[in-house]
């Protein structure tokens, strides 16, 4: 079992910055492919960012290209989004996930939600104009 604790959101304005973490406990993270959600009320849950096991390969979604990044540092088993110039559009409950998928490459990462196993609880980022 992973657990997955995110911290970093809040309230800011569009043009600002925000670092999110997600602190995993139970098992180290450079074993699993991860990624970052988020939801916005009446809205399904979207792909944000996804980062592979070990050799780095990352996956984003148009709108954030360019302007957030998401890493691992694994000395503190933690995933990190990096997020600059942010909109209002980005304004939504962010997730931290993890896929526990086995006999995989290091370079996998699923681009289907229902594939990850562990969840954290969701942070909340609002982003004024």
């Known amino acids: 079992q992973v657990q997955l604790v995110e911290s970093g959101g809040g309230l800011v304005q569009a043009g600002d910055s925000l670092r999110l973490s997600c602190a995993a406990s139970g098992r180290t993270i450079s074993n699993y492919p991860m990624g970052w959600f988020r939801q916005t009320p009446g809205k399904d849950r979207e792909i944000v960012a996804l980062?592979?096991?070990?050799?780095?390969?990352?996956y984003y979604r148009d709108s954030v290209k360019g302007r957030f990044t998401i890493s691992r540092d694994n000395a503190k088993n933690t995933l990190v989004l990096q997020m600059n110039s942010l909109k209002p559009e980005d304004t939504a409950v962010y997730y931290c996930?993890?896929?526990?998928?086995?006999?995989?490459?290091?370079?996998?990462?699923?681009?289907?939600?229902?594939?990850?196993?562990?969840w954290g609880q969701g942070i909340q980022v609002t982003v004024s104009s």
């Open positions: 996930a993890a896929d526990k998928v086995l006999f995989e490459s290091d370079s996998y990462y699923s681009k289907r939600i229902n594939d990850y196993d562990y």
């Open positions: 980062i592979s096991r070990r050799l780095g390969s990352t």
